[in-house]
Structure formats: structure tokens, C-alpha cells
């Protein structure tokens, strides 16, 4: 299995806190990604980053921000969260260690994050 | 149109049948394609990737990729009950930069 954890596992706050998901891997993956799922839409991509420092938005990302200083960890911040924000939140790193994009996936166990 | 369309299902078959789940993607220049598995409450897991047009088989698994139609499919045969789970497919899009995933099609295997 990818050394891949994400932290917190579960977690519910209240509208308007700032909250930071953690993801953390051991493979020394380049690219890691940040994805949140929810009924009738699928994994969409949040942000991800093709190395230290390096970060690039997907398709929902307002609302969050991502930082990377090294490696191994993506840290995903909501500065101050909604109820649309309320989802399960999946890390994951590509395929291959070092460079590449392959579209080959490894998925983390997921954090649940409810907002009320 | 979304750039990658799934059945939601559910999609109910014996155990021993075969399983068809189907795909469409609308990015043309899309070369890349994959299918994940997700059990219920846990993370996506990559089953199969393809590339070309045809068929790609892995044991149970057999994914087909016609790119004039734009369409991939996986195939499960002989069914089992462990089966029973959402499958996701997925395409890189957008020039090559983005792996993009459709909704999903649940799975079910019945006794």
C-alpha cells in the first residue's frame, strides 16, 4: 500500500472556523492532489501541487487554499468554512515516485468534515 | 455536458454474470483513461488504466476503449458478491493535464 494518511480523520466545526486537513506520504511522490466528494458529483479537484512550494487551483477551489514546504506533506486550509464545504475530503499522489503525472492514482482514507 | 458521463445505477447482476459498466468523455484529445473501484465508506482505488483503442484484460477485468465513439467500458466477468461497489471512471482531460472523473455507476452483485 502508498504510505499515504490523511489527519484528521473526522472532524466537525462550526461555520466561520478555520480548519487544516492534513496529508502526509511516505514515497516521495511529486504530485499530490486534493479532492472532495460529494452525492451526484464525483471526486472533483480542489487543489494540487507538482512540488515544494508548487501549487496549482482545480475546478472548486474557492473557499481553500493549499501549502506545501515539503515533500511529504499537503496541508489543505478552509479559513473560514461553510455548510457547502461539508464533504468528504480525499489526499492523493500519482503513480510514479519523482516526476510524472500519470493519471494513476493512490488514494488516502478520506477526512470527514462536517460544518455546521 | 460534463466531460466525463457515467449511469449512476444501481446496476444489478447475478452472481457469475457479467458486469458492463460504461463511460463517455467529450475532450476528443483525451488519451488516457482509468477505472476505479470505491467500496462503500472508503477511498478509491485504481482497478485499470488503458490508453489505446481495443481491449486491455486483467483477470476478471477487461476495460475497452474506442476512442472514435469516445467511449470506455469495463467488463467484470463471473461476478461476485465482492464485486459490489461504485466505479469510477475517469479520463485525463483538458490537453493532458487533468484527470478528470465521472460521477460514478454503483454495483451490485446479488446471490
Known amino acids: 500500500d502508498a504510505g499515504i494518511t490523511q489527519s484528521p480523520r473526522h472532524k466537525v466545526t462550526e461555520t466561520g472556523t478555520p480548519v487544516t486537513l492534513r496529508c502526509h506520504q511516505t514515497?516521495?511522490?511529486?504530485?499530490m492532489y486534493w479532492y472532495r466528494q460529494d452525492p451526484g458529483h464525483g471526486l472533483r479537484l480542489i487543489h494540487y501541487?507538482?512540488?515544494?512550494?508548487?501549487?496549482d487551483k482545480g475546478e472548486v477551489s474557492d473557499g481553500y487554499s493549499v501549502s506545501r514546504s515539503k515533500t511529504e506533506d499537503f496541508l489543505l486550509t478552509l479559513e473560514s468554512a461553510t455548510s457547502s464545504q461539508t464533504s468528504v475530503y480525499f489526499c492523493?499522489?500519482?503513480?510514479?515516485?519523482?516526476?510524472?503525472?500519470?493519471?494513476?492514482?493512490?488514494f488516502g482514507e478520506g477526512s470527514r468534515l462536517t460544518v455546521l | 455536458q460534463k466531460e466525463v458521463e457515467q449511469n449512476s445505477g444501481p446496476l444489478s447482476v447475478p452472481e457469475g454474470a457479467i458486469a458492463s459498466l460504461n463511460c463517455t468523455y467529450s475532450d476528443r484529445v483525451s488519451q488516457s483513461f482509468f477505472w476505479y473501484r470505491q467500496y462503500s465508506g472508503k477511498s478509491p482505488e485504481l482497478i485499470m488504466s488503458i490508453y489505446s483503442n481495443g481491449d486491455k484484460e486483467d483477470g476478471r477485468f477487461t476495460a475497452q476503449l474506442n476512442k472514435a465513439s469516445q467511449y470506455v467500458s469495463l467488463l467484470i466477468r463471473d461476478s461476485q458478491p465482492s464485486d459490489s461497489a461504485t466505479y469510477l471512471c475517469?479520463?485525463?482531460?483538458?490537453?493532458?493535464?487533468?484527470?478528470?472523473f465521472g460521477t460514478g455507476t454503483q454495483l451490485k452483485v446479488e446471490l
Open positions: 514515497e516521495n511522490h511529486r504530485y
Open positions: 475517469a479520463a485525463i482531460t483538458g490537453g493532458g493535464n487533468k484527470l478528470t
Open positions: 492523493a499522489i500519482s503513480g510514479l515516485a519523482g516526476d510524472g503525472d500519470t493519471g494513476e492514482l493512490f
Open positions: 501541487s507538482y512540488g515544494v512550494k508548487d501549487t
